[in-house]
């Protein structure tokens, strides 16, 4: 295993959380264990070179498989369901109340990884409208940083594991056999989710604000000046009455969110 130099090791961490926003000061091992087979395998003979190679910004690939090597992209079907719940149980029958009239839903999930998010939301909004489906847009936004998660988001094909999960009846309805242990998500629910790259850190400038927002488990990696500019981005970024997801793991600061907290990990945004 190669060794990372203190000097390296700050001048890496420092343009992964400037340009970034993922906070790694404290992941120097982290760092080593999950990114010297990369090294070797790209012929780097030691970090500095690498690191050079990094900060160049000549190669933009590079970043992203070093993103990817570096952050967690582990996710599936349903996670933290109690939060699809809530979305069922609450969100979605004030959202139909109050777009009655234009059908019209906005839903963003920022930092979609493999797509197991945006898919999950959006077969609970084709199993509450049901036949009615067809008369409204609920297709949702779904971001990533990386492009190489997207395009495997795009592809759609996952294994037995991942949509354990999930009903099997909504299996049976929502995915088509594609392998052994795998199966590909429908066409109707492909055409559903908008994909598309974004990265966090810029200003967040999409034609409509939304009635609900999807971020959780990425600000794991954000230390809390970078959280609270997030949140503040996205609450600017949210219609009034609209909510924000995150993930049980996170959690916002009283003091400095615009939100209004409703239960673990659900906020809102309150008043005119």
Same mark, same amino acid.
């Given at each position: 295993?190669?060794?990372?130099?203190?000097?390296?090791?700050?001048?890496? #961490? /420092?343009?992964?959380?400037?340009?970034?926003?993922?906070?790694? =000061? +404290?992941?120097? $091992?982290?760092?080593?264990?999950? @990114?010297?087979?990369?090294?070797?395998?790209?012929?780097?003979?030691?970090?500095?070179?690498?690191?050079?190679?990094?900060?160049?910004?000549?190669?933009?690939?590079?970043?992203?498989?070093?993103?990817?090597?570096?952050?967690?992209?582990?996710?599936?079907?349903?996670?933290?369901?109690?939060?699809?719940?809530?979305?069922?149980?609450?969100?979605?029958?004030?959202?139909?109340?109050?777009?009655?009239?234009?059908?019209?839903?906005?839903?963003?999930?920022?930092?979609?990884?493999?797509?197991?998010?945006? #898919? /999950?939301?959006?077969?609970?909004?084709?199993?509450?409208?049901? =036949? +009615?489906?067809? $008369?409204?847009?609920?297709?949702? @936004?779904?971001?990533?940083?990386?492009?190489?998660?997207?395009?495997?988001?795009?592809?759609?094909?996952?294994?037995?594991?991942?949509?354990?999960?999930?009903?099997?009846?909504?299996?049976?309805?929502?995915?088509?056999?594609?392998?052994?242990?795998?199966?590909?998500?429908?066409?109707?629910?492909?055409?559903?989710?908008?994909?598309?790259?974004?990265?966090?850190?810029?200003?967040?400038?999409?034609?409509?604000?939304?009635?609900?927002?999807?971020?959780?488990?990425?600000?794991?990696?954000?230390?809390?000046? /970078?959280?609270?500019?997030?949140?503040?981005?996205?609450?600017?970024?949210?219609?009034?009455?609209?909510?924000?997801?995150?993930?049980?793991?996170?959690?916002?600061?009283?003091?400095?969110?615009?939100?209004?907290?409703?239960?673990?990990?659900?906020?809102?945004?309150?008043?005119?």
């Amino acid at each position: 295993m190669l060794s990372l130099s203190e000097h390296d090791f700050q001048r890496l #961490y /420092t343009y992964i959380k400037k340009n970034y926003g993922i906070d790694l =000061s +404290k992941k120097k $091992q982290l760092i080593v264990s999950r @990114l010297s087979n990369t090294l070797s395998s790209k012929g780097f003979k030691d970090f500095t070179a690498y690191v050079d190679e990094i900060l160049s910004g000549r190669d933009p690939e590079m970043v992203t498989t070093m993103l990817n090597k570096l952050t967690t992209n582990y996710t599936y079907f349903l996670r933290e369901e109690e939060h699809f719940q809530y979305f069922w149980d609450i969100i979605l029958p004030d959202l139909e109340k109050k777009h009655a009239k234009d059908k019209n839903l906005a839903i963003w999930s920022a930092g979609c990884s493999s797509g197991e998010e945006p #898919y /999950t939301i959006s077969m609970y909004l084709k199993e509450y409208f049901g =036949s +009615k489906a067809g $008369q409204w847009d609920t297709r949702i @936004l779904a971001t990533d940083i990386s492009n190489k998660i997207l395009s495997t988001a795009i592809n759609a094909t996952y294994n037995d594991e991942s949509i354990s999960a999930l009903p099997s009846g909504w299996q049976r309805k929502y995915f088509i056999k594609a392998g052994k242990d795998s199966y590909s998500i429908s066409p109707a629910l492909k055409q559903n989710v908008i994909f598309r790259t974004f990265n966090l850190m810029d200003p967040i400038k999409f034609k409509r604000k939304f009635d609900l927002i999807f971020c959780r488990n990425v600000m794991i990696y954000f230390d809390q000046d /970078t959280k609270d500019a997030l949140v503040r981005r996205f609450y600017n970024a949210t219609v009034p009455g609209g909510h924000l997801f995150i993930g049980h793991s996170e959690g916002l600061t009283k003091a400095t969110c615009p939100y209004t907290y409703v239960k673990p990990a659900i906020y809102q945004k309150t008043g005119a």
